[in-house]
């Protein structure tokens, strides 16, 4: 869901990856229905762990968890990793994912200018 606000409002300004900790294996269907509800792109999208983003490229890591990344990211990352934890809406309501993509949806506005200084 991240990736996906973060392409649709900041477009070629940055490049947005995601990754999971544990992911799922797929992308689960709720969450293409409520970035599809508000015309948010989702071909391409897949479910993937952080080694498939090579980790030594990023310039930042926003961590939507509770779950330290101490530990699972490189020690250079350590000062470049922003915690912003939202809930995961995994196995709630669809309303659920609509607050949790909301919730995204206004960090990825409001805290751009956070991004680029990293």
Request: net charge negative; hydrophobic share 45%; aromatic share 10%.
């Amino acid at each position: 869901m991240a990736e996906a606000l973060a392409r649709h409002f900041w477009g070629a300004q940055a490049e947005a990856l995601s990754a999971g900790i544990h992911p799922l294996g797929y992308v689960a269907q709720e969450t293409l229905e409520v970035l599809e509800e508000m015309g948010v792109a989702t071909t391409g999208l897949y479910s993937k762990g952080l080694a498939a983003l090579g980790l030594e490229t990023l310039q930042a890591i926003v961590n939507l968890t509770d779950y330290s990344l101490r530990g699972v990211v490189p020690a250079f990352l350590h000062p470049r990793i922003v915690q912003r934890p939202v809930r995961d809406p995994f196995g709630f309501t669809l309303e659920a994912y609509r607050r949790t993509r909301d919730e995204i949806m206004r960090m990825v506005l409001a805290e751009s200018e956070l991004w680029w200084k990293l």
